[in-house]
């Protein structure tokens, strides 16, 4: 399981000409899963999300979390993210899991956030989204559990 996570003052997803979720300052994560990903990966990822500290404080030091900030979270599924591109010049999906898999998966990730507290916001799975975001620093991270 795999997450782009990137602190921004805005964020939000739209479907066509549809806004389907938008928030304010927070952390936008770009979720991919991957055959074999568990549930216990999820929790993992979700525990590791709502308490990274990578929001200032007053001395400007990355010490707080999204939890002690009261930020939103924006959950975008990103099966792209499973890709191999070791290969010649198309990228390989076949790290990435099936879609019902990835579904129950990205659906997990999202509960087990908001049972931490966080006011978490979804895209829509396996649509063709338009993405927008204004990071904040920038500050992006990859974050990546076995």
């Given at each position: 399981?795999?997450?782009?996570?990137?602190?921004?003052?805005?964020?939000?997803?739209?479907?066509?000409?549809?806004?389907?979720?938008?928030?304010?300052?927070?952390?936008?994560?770009?979720?991919?899963?991957?055959?074999?990903?568990?549930?216990r990966?999820?929790?993992?990822?979700?525990?590791?999300?709502?308490?990274?500290?990578i929001?200032?404080?007053?001395?400007?030091?990355?010490?707080?979390?999204?939890?002690?900030?009261?930020?939103?979270?924006?959950?975008?599924s990103?099966?792209?993210l499973?890709?191999?591109?070791?290969?010649?010049?198309?990228?390989?999906?076949?790290?990435?899991?099936?879609?019902?898999?990835?579904?129950?998966?990205?659906?997990?990730?999202?509960?087990?956030l908001?049972?931490?507290?966080?006011?978490?916001h979804?895209?829509?799975?396996?649509?063709?989204?338009?993405?927008?975001?204004?990071?904040?620093?920038?500050?992006?991270?990859?974050?990546?559990?076995?």
């Amino acid at each position: 399981m795999r997450a782009v996570v990137q602190r921004v003052s805005e964020a939000g997803v739209q479907v066509g000409d549809e806004w389907v979720a938008r928030i304010g300052a927070g952390l936008l994560v770009l979720l991919g899963v991957e055959r074999g990903d568990t549930g216990r990966q999820a929790d993992q990822l979700a525990e590791k999300v709502a308490h990274l500290r990578i929001f200032e404080d007053e001395a400007g030091r990355f010490n707080r979390s999204l939890l002690e900030t009261g930020g939103e979270a924006l959950v975008v599924s990103q099966f792209t993210l499973a890709a191999d591109c070791r290969g010649g010049r198309r990228p390989s999906f076949t790290r990435a899991a099936p879609a019902e898999e990835a579904r129950r998966l990205y659906e997990e990730f999202l509960a087990r956030l908001v049972a931490r507290g966080v006011n978490a916001h979804a895209g829509r799975f396996q649509a063709r989204m338009k993405v927008h975001l204004v990071n904040d620093g920038p500050v992006t991270l990859v974050l990546d559990l076995p």
